[in-house]
């Protein structure tokens, strides 16, 4: 199989779900948001509610990785051999 036809291969073609991908990375920082505006909300009257910070900031973080992540899922990455075929695979 040459490059060009793995590549065609694997080539994705259907974008809703890069787009759903993205939408739910995008919500995953918008309910991160709210869990840390709730939060700072209530610290100053109540400061029992604490650990919703640290919920926020994992949304908040496991989104922005879909956003950096999702891009890469369909790169390909070529190691060039002058091996020969029984040499490559030992």
């Given amino acids: 199989m040459t490059e060009e036809k793995f590549r065609k291969l ?3 073609t259907d974008k809703m779900q890069d787009v759903m991908n993205y939408s739910i ?3 995953m920082i918008l309910g ?3 869990f840390i505006s709730t939060t700072l909300q209530i610290i100053g009257s ?3 509610d604490d650990n919703s910070i640290f919920v926020g900031l ?3 973080t496991f989104g922005l990785y879909g956003l950096w992540r999702i891009p890469k899922d369909y790169q390909i990455i ?3 051999s002058n091996n020969s075929i029984e040499e490559k695979n030992k």
């Fill in 10 to 12: 694997i080539q994705h």
């Fill in 25 to 27: 990375c995008v919500l």
């Fill in 32 to 34: 991160g948001l709210y």
């Fill in 46 to 48: 109540n400061s029992k």
């Fill in 58 to 60: 994992f949304l908040i």
């Fill in 78 to 80: 070529t190691i060039n």
